[in-house]
Nanobody, 125 residues
Framework: QIQLKESGGGLAQAGGDLKLSCVAS????????MGWFRQTPGKEREFVAS????????YYSDSVRGRFTISRGDARNTILMEMNNLKPEDTAIYYC??????????????????WGQGTQVTVSS
């Protein structure tokens, strides 16, 4: 079992930037692809972005493509997500997740085996 811990959420103005980080720990973390989902009250968890276990493939939802960038950090048990040109509709709790069967090429929350506890991102207009 691996553990995931997010950090970096907070408050930004529309058009601003934030960076999220997620650190994985536990056995075999390096074989997991990782991603970010977000959720607002009353809605299902929504795929945002994912990165393969090697870090050579990335996937994005249409709503964030061109504004968010996901990557593996220099410490490969870390993933980063740069969020630029933030919009009020980006406001949500952001969750880090890990899976080992699709190498990041899946947007279904049910395909991800491990989850962090989430970090709040709030974008004011």
């Amino acid at each position: 079992q691996i553990q995931l811990k997010e950090s970096g959420g907070g408050l930004a103005q529309a058009g601003g930037d934030l960076k999220l980080s997620c650190v994985a720990s536990g056995p075999s973390w390096s074989s997991y692809a990782m991603g970010w989902f977000r959720q607002t009250p009353g809605k299902e968890r929504e795929f945002v972005a994912s990165v393969s276990w090697r870090g050579d493939s990335t996937y994005y939802s249409d709503s964030v493509r061109g504004r968010f960038t996901i990557s593996r950090g220099d410490a490969r048990n870390t993933i980063l997500m740069e969020m630029n040109n933030l919009k009020p509709e980006d406001t949500a709790i952001y969750y880090c997740a890990a899976e080992r069967w699709y190498d990041g090429n899946t947007r279904r929350a049910s395909d991800y085996n491990y989850w962090g506890q989430g970090t709040q991102v709030t974008v004011s207009s």
